[in-house]
């Protein structure tokens, strides 16, 4: 079950070029997504902390992948069934998405489909929780993982779902780079993912409603996409959007998160800046501006997934990490480019329904950015749901949440007005 089927890339077609100028955050934010096939870009592995590839020949970036367009599937594997998951076929794909810069690179999503499953039944793109700069924390991995840091513990919800019918995929949207960080690219990967799954036969969703879903890191990558489809992915029937957490203007996110202060959740800020200087080599030459500090928790990171990051970051700061006190963090190029990955600050609106929720005492997040972004979607005629959660912090209300979200997505996919209380 671990037989590889080979695309054939289709040929050139005359396109207009891709968005440039896509995104990545230097100093930003608790649960980021975006990943990519390690390798790409013209930046040495010593600058940029690239992570170390994956020791699996499927991960690999084609030296063709110029000739696919953005959805295109390379390559497809079937795989056993994760152990959390239970009658179901599994599937992995390699597709063509964009990296921040608008260059071709590969991505994996791991798809779901149930037995009960009928053609054209719902897709739900799920973007899963990564607070990683390890192509080894990617879902595609994880989701066979035996280790309890990085299992998949939305499982039982998601069985939910596939007993209902509807097909899951679940991309590595932080991209083969892990691109930790770069919100904008997650967003990119996820509507590609999910053109993929939709060209992809065997699963029989070419004419599927499609709905999102993610918190905090999963939920960026989710509210990214649904504000790029519009022009990214017009083509995509895109029925609905629920998130929440999510970390929507990463200038004040990196600000809260030890900027000034020790934080103990600094380390998610400093693998953010790690990732996106992937992305943005040029703009973030991270490496040049670390202390002796910096330089040590930049090896520590660079494979890191969720505990090493926190446990290497933890009491430190930006003055701590950085030659001159937090020159990295106050560089012109580098705060560009977390701006242009900024939810709150991109001025696409999103044509789908969406339902957000988060805690409104949340002190992980900006929770003023996010009522910011909902008011200007409001305003615009998006139909926007919003639920407080009453929960005092960021990882309570992702399971408060977690139901309500499930049954408007169901409202959606049964074709229901949508509810707003803007």
Not at 43 to 66: C, E, K, R, T, W
Not at 277 to 298: C, V
Request: glycine share 10%; hydrophobic share 40%.
């Amino acid at each position: 079950m671990t037989a590889t089927i080979r695309r054939t890339p289709p040929p050139n077609r005359h396109r207009s070029a891709l968005r440039r100028g896509f995104v990545a955050t230097a100093a930003a934010l608790s649960m980021v997504a975006g990943g990519v096939v390690a390798g790409a870009g013209p930046a040495a592995a010593d600058d940029v902390a690239m992570p170390s590839p994956l020791p699996d020949s499927f991960y690999s970036i084609p030296g063709n992948i110029a000739r696919f367009e953005p959805g295109d599937v390379i390559a497809v594997r079937a795989r056993p069934n994760p152990p959390a998951f239970f009658d179901v076929h599994t599937f992995q794909i390699k597709f063509r998405s964009s990296d921040s810069l608008g260059k071709p690179i590969s991505a994996v999503t791991t798809v779901l489909v149930p037995n009960r499953h009928r053609a054209n039944g719902p897709l739900l793109s799920f973007q899963h929780i990564i607070n990683a700069t390890g192509l080894a924390c990617a879902p595609s991995q994880a989701l066979w993982t035996q280790d309890p840091n990085l299992m998949i513990r939305e499982a039982p919800g998601l069985n939910v779902a596939l007993q209902r019918g509807w097909t899951v995929a679940i991309p590595d949207h932080l991209g083969p780079r892990s691109s930790y960080g770069a919100a904008k690219l997650g967003g990119q990967i996820t509507l590609d993912g999910i053109r993929a799954v939709q060209r992809f036969g065997p699963a029989r969703v070419a004419k599927s409603r499609v709905g999102l879903a993610g918190y905090s890191g999963g939920g960026m990558a989710t509210a990214w996409a649904a504000a790029l489809a519009p022009k990214y992915a017009p083509d995509l029937n895109i029925v609905g959007a629920a998130y929440g957490g999510v970390p929507m203007n990463l200038i004040k996110m990196a600000e809260g998160l030890g900027y000034n202060n020790p934080h103990p959740a600094f380390g998610l800020a400093f693998a953010a800046a790690i990732g996106v200087s992937r992305e943005y080599p040029e703009q973030i030459p991270i490496r040049k501006y670390l202390s002796p500090l910096g330089k040590q928790m930049y090896a520590g990171m660079r494979n890191a997934c969720t505990n090493d990051i926190l446990r290497l970051g933890a009491g430190h700061d930006a003055q701590q990490v950085t030659i001159g006190g937090r020159a990295i963090f106050d560089n012109k190029d580098a705060r560009k480019v977390v701006e242009a990955n900024s939810l709150s600050l991109y001025p696409g609106i999103p044509r789908t329904p969406i339902f957000e929720w988060h805690s409104p005492t949340d002190v992980l997040i900006p929770v003023s950015s996010i009522d910011y972004t909902l008011n200007r979607y409001c305003r615009a005629g998006a139909r926007v749901q919003r639920l407080l959660t009453p929960s005092p912090d960021h990882l309570s209300a992702a399971v408060i949440g977690m139901l309500p979200a499930f049954g408007y997505l169901t409202d959606r996919f049964d074709g229901k007005p949508a509810p707003s209380n803007c």
